[in-house]
Protein backbone atom coordinates (compact mmCIF):
# COMPACT_ATOMS: atom_id res chain seq x y z
CA UNK A 1 0.00 0.00 0.00
CA UNK A 2 1.12 3.60 -0.96
CA UNK A 3 2.93 5.45 2.23
CA UNK A 4 1.02 9.03 0.44
CA UNK A 5 -1.82 9.88 -1.75
CA UNK A 6 -1.05 11.17 -5.34
CA UNK A 7 -2.79 15.04 -5.61
CA UNK A 8 -4.96 15.24 -8.33
CA UNK A 9 -5.43 18.57 -10.25
CA UNK A 10 -7.60 20.06 -12.87
CA UNK A 11 -7.68 22.86 -14.67
CA UNK A 12 -11.16 24.20 -15.12
CA UNK A 13 -10.30 28.22 -15.23
CA UNK A 14 -8.29 27.56 -18.26
CA UNK A 15 -5.30 29.07 -16.75
CA UNK A 16 -2.21 28.68 -18.80
CA UNK A 17 0.58 27.86 -15.71
CA UNK A 18 -0.68 26.42 -12.55
CA UNK A 19 1.94 26.43 -9.65
CA UNK A 20 2.05 23.24 -7.27
CA UNK A 21 3.66 22.29 -3.96
CA UNK A 22 4.47 18.62 -5.35
CA UNK A 23 6.76 17.32 -8.14
CA UNK A 24 4.67 14.10 -8.66
CA UNK A 25 0.72 14.29 -9.33
CA UNK A 26 -1.93 13.47 -11.75
CA UNK A 27 -3.53 15.65 -13.72
CA UNK A 28 -6.98 15.27 -14.87
CA UNK A 29 -8.07 18.21 -16.93
CA UNK A 30 -11.17 19.51 -16.55
CA UNK A 31 -13.79 18.33 -13.38
CA UNK A 32 -15.85 15.73 -15.04
CA UNK A 33 -17.37 15.15 -17.21
CA UNK A 34 -14.97 17.01 -19.07
CA UNK A 35 -11.76 15.52 -17.88
CA UNK A 36 -9.32 13.70 -20.19
CA UNK A 37 -7.58 10.82 -19.08
CA UNK A 38 -6.36 11.04 -15.59
CA UNK A 39 -2.15 10.90 -15.97
CA UNK A 40 0.50 10.58 -13.71
CA UNK A 41 2.63 13.41 -14.13
CA UNK A 42 6.44 14.14 -12.67
CA UNK A 43 8.06 17.31 -12.73
CA UNK A 44 11.52 15.67 -12.39
CA UNK A 45 14.77 18.05 -12.36
CA UNK A 46 13.29 20.57 -14.57
CA UNK A 47 10.15 21.56 -11.73
CA UNK A 48 7.65 22.13 -14.48
CA UNK A 49 5.97 20.25 -17.03
CA UNK A 50 2.86 20.45 -19.89
CA UNK A 51 0.76 17.90 -19.94
CA UNK A 52 0.20 15.92 -22.89
CA UNK A 53 -3.45 16.14 -22.75
CA UNK A 54 -4.43 19.33 -21.53
CA UNK A 55 -1.36 21.72 -22.59
CA UNK A 56 -1.30 23.06 -18.83
CA UNK A 57 2.10 24.00 -17.71
CA UNK A 58 2.50 22.88 -14.31
CA UNK A 59 5.38 24.51 -11.81
CA UNK A 60 6.78 23.20 -8.62
CA UNK A 61 6.87 26.47 -5.60
CA UNK A 62 8.52 25.03 -2.77
CA UNK A 63 6.22 27.57 -0.95
CA UNK A 64 3.62 25.67 -1.28
CA UNK A 65 2.47 22.67 0.68
CA UNK A 66 1.47 19.85 -1.14
CA UNK A 67 -2.47 20.47 -2.01
CA UNK A 68 -1.99 23.81 -2.72
CA UNK A 69 -2.12 25.66 -5.89
CA UNK A 70 -1.42 28.96 -7.25
CA UNK A 71 -3.77 30.36 -8.42
CA UNK A 72 -6.01 28.49 -5.51
CA UNK A 73 -8.54 26.35 -5.95
CA UNK A 74 -7.16 23.68 -8.59
CA UNK A 75 -7.16 20.73 -6.30
CA UNK A 76 -9.30 18.09 -7.43
CA UNK A 77 -11.56 16.50 -4.98
CA UNK A 78 -13.18 13.15 -6.16
CA UNK A 79 -17.01 14.00 -4.86
CA UNK A 80 -17.23 10.13 -4.77
CA UNK A 81 -14.30 8.95 -3.39
CA UNK A 82 -14.74 11.45 -0.86
Do not use: Q
Amino acid sequence: MADHVIPHFHNDSGVALIEIGVTEFMCVGAKPPFDHPHVFLDLGSDGEKVCPYCSTLYRYNPKLHGTESNPAGHLFIDPIAA
